[in-house]
């Protein structure tokens, strides 16, 4: 960048000149200034604007597509993790609300009532429960709505970076939409739609009458309707959990809670609907006995319509015939209500306290989920056979998964989360009774959640091994050799000897500020890093007060200087002392290469040494001793060209 002095048409052409332009892709080129008022400014003025667009080309332009989850704090976007502790309660808590919302939706089905004011029967719809229904269905989807809006937000792992640990964190917003649109947008977006609240309110805000029956029935219909969305979406968030977390419920009783929780929201759904069927049955016997009078108006059936004429004939008709045709007198059913008889002989289709109808259908459900419906009489309608058809086939279904998955969820999945547990309960006993620092307990701690969270008590090296050997070495190769190669001495090396050494690497755990090892030590490992970032510290550099810091990350290795050690047969027992000093400053997943290994691996492949290899061992310990020796030799050359003091000048006039 050149700048410009002076006035007249030299500081014009400079200023030209100096102008800056920012590509999308990070480029700097240079552009005229084509606007003759930009000469006005001043060279300080245009300066300053040219640097500010300068940065927020520069914050734009290189923005990165892709992270790795210890870097996504160090981005400016807003986007979230969604392994973030905070990200994983507010997925628990959607699915807390999917199961109320589950348990919300039957709840309008026990606004319709059946009212019985001075002899008269209608059916009705109770205000007060439809809006309390409306108010916290509404709420439920608010939460859903702000959950849509975080989705947008919301990382997630690219598919083609799951080789090592989690893999890439995608946190372009253009493609984190993209993949939710092509999935579970649609599902999302009919689940918060408020159907049922919109049904509530045009028929609070029209005429009464008829209009019970067409609420009542579109009720019925949303309300199932809107279960195929909620329900497909709780499976593949409940998985997405246990990706994330390790595992949705670490009791083995607080998962079969969950489960048993499914199968009582299961009996309210089937409760429910079997009261609101009730009433229909209730409806359909009016019909009969209306139908048998000349001038009977249907519409009298729905409260609301006492106001109209030709009320005073339908409530002698309900007195006088309806009474006997359709209400139990002396516990005798004159007409036939097949498995609604309990409903209609309880009253509770009657009933304004909603906690006794809630209690009393949840019950009926219950009882008939877990017989399979086996005690109910069926009349010959074929809404009934067909309901309880669907009340046996349902019930066999959910004995089948539900309080199977219970069975599988205690006796197969909490093995291992009840040898965590042990482990855990063993640990903190130990520590207690060692009388560790808190500091130190809550180290352990975070090492022993980290190691569960990413093998989730799976042992690797054991399934590994208990594969066959080619295609234990395949496995090997594609794990790790990628990462053997960058080393420059391994680069050119035999491919049996790096099959070996890829044999030979363990998978290895680091929580943050974990010291790997410290200057001065015998360095016993050489790390290969998968995922995270650790600081490396040196004060060896040849002067005292030398200080010298850098970072190790994806890719890189430490460690090294087990190699020339190694492959030198002329090397003793005892191990080479580490010149840094290497600590963890995230959580680190990494393969780590033992000194006793590396060492086999050499001896048995000695006759491989090519003199390539030979040479190539002796040009890395040279660039090691070099670096050293530029170091010394640099503050002794600083020493050296000091500048000496200049010498007095001789005084010719003094006497001798």
Not at 378 to 398: D, H, N, P, Q, R
Not at 514 to 531: A, N
Not at 538 to 561: A, H, I, Y
Request: charged letters at 25%; aromatic letters at 10%; one cysteine or more.
């Amino acid at each position: 960048m050149s700048y410009a002095s002076g006035g007249g048409g030299g500081g014009e052409r400079a200023t030209k000149r100096s102008a800056f332009h920012i590509d999308y892709g990070g480029g700097v080129s240079l552009r005229r200034l084509a606007q003759p008022e930009a000469l006005a400014r001043g060279m300080i003025t245009q300066g300053s604007a040219q640097l500010r667009t300068l940065g927020r080309s520069l914050r734009t332009g290189a923005a990165m597509a892709v992270v790795f989850q210890e870097d996504l704090k160090n981005t400016s976007r807003k986007i979230f993790d969604p392994q973030d502790r905070l990200l994983v309660r507010l997925n628990r808590s959607f699915v807390v609300s999917c199961i109320v919302s589950i348990a919300v939706d039957p709840v309008f089905f026990y606004a319709p009532q059946v009212t019985a004011n001075g002899g008269n029967l209608c059916v009705g719809i109770s205000r007060d429960l439809a809006i309390s229904a409306s108010v916290v269905r509404t709420v439920v989807d608010l939460f859903f709505a702000a959950r849509i809006v975080l989705q947008f937000r919301t990382a997630y792992i690219a598919p083609s970076s799951r080789v090592f640990g989690r893999g890439e964190l995608v946190i372009d917003t253009a493609q984190i939409a993209a993949r939710y649109f092509r999935r579970f947008f649609a599902a999302d977006l009919l689940s918060v739609l408020p159907l049922p609240q919109i049904v509530i309110w045009k028929f609070l805000h029209r005429s009464k009458g008829a209009a019970v029956l067409s609420t009542k029935d579109a009720l019925l219909i949303i309300v199932f309707l809107q279960y195929i969305p909620r329900v497909v979406r709780i499976y593949p968030l409940s998985s997405e959990l246990k990706r994330t977390s390790g595992a949705f419920a670490e009791s083995a009783y607080a998962g079969a809670a969950y489960y048993l929780l499914w199968y009582m929201l299961a009996s309210h759904i089937v409760g429910a609907s079997w009261y609101l069927l009730s009433i229909e049955r209730v409806s359909d016997c009016w019909k009969k006995a209306c139908n048998e009078f000349p001038g009977c108006n249907k519409i009298y059936m729905y409260c609301g319509n006492d106001h109209q004429k030709g009320f005073l004939e339908w409530r002698t008709i309900t007195r006088q015939y309806i009474n006997e045709t359709c209400e139990p007198r002396d516990g005798v059913m004159p007409f036939n209500y097949g498995i609604y008889t309990p409903a209609v002989r309880s009253d509770v289709i009657k009933s304004n306290d909603f906690t006794s109808k809630l209690l009393y259908c949840l019950w009926w459900g219950l009882a008939n989920l877990s017989t399979l419906g086996q005690g109910l009489q069926t009349s010959i309608y074929t809404g009934e056979a067909l309901f309880s058809i669907f009340l046996a086939t349902f019930g066999l279904i959910l004995m089948a998964m539900l309080i199977g998955n219970i069975q599988t969820y205690l006796q197969s999945m909490t093995v291992r989360l009840e040898e965590m547990r042990v482990k855990r309960r063993d640990s903190e006993q130990w520590m207690h009774h060692r009388l560790l620092p808190q500091e130190l307990r809550e180290r352990v701690r975070r090492y022993d959640a980290y190691k569960w969270v990413n093998t989730r008590g799976v042992d690797e090296e054991a399934l590994v091994a208990n594969l066959p050997k080619d295609l234990r070495r395949d496995i090997k190769r594609h794990l790790c050799l990628g990462l053997v190669r960058r080393v420059p001495l391994f680069a050119n090396m035999d491919e049996r000897l790096l099959d070996a050494i890829c044999e030979r690497l363990r998978p290895a755990l680091y929580t943050e500020r974990t010291f790997i090892i410290r200057e001065g030590d015998p360095v016993d490992q050489m790390l290969f890093i998968i995922r995270g970032c650790l600081e490396s510290i040196t004060t060896d550099g040849g002067r005292s007060g030398f200080f010298n810091r850098s970072l190790l990350e994806e890719s890189d290795f430490c460690g090294e200087e087990l190699l020339t050690w190694a492959l030198d047969p002329k090397a003793g027992l005892s191990l080479p002392s580490s010149t840094r000093t290497v600590r963890a400053l995230s959580e680190v997943e990494a393969f780590a290469l033992h000194s006793d290994e590396l060492k086999f691996v050499a001896g048995q492949f000695r006759r491989m040494h090519s003199k390539q290899t030979t040479m190539l061992v002796s040009r890395f310990a040279a660039n090691a001793m070099r670096g050293v020796h530029r170091q010394r030799s640099r503050r002794a050359d600083e020493v050296l060209m000091m500048p000496m003091p200049k010498p007095s000048e001789p005084d010719f006039g003094a006497d001798y």
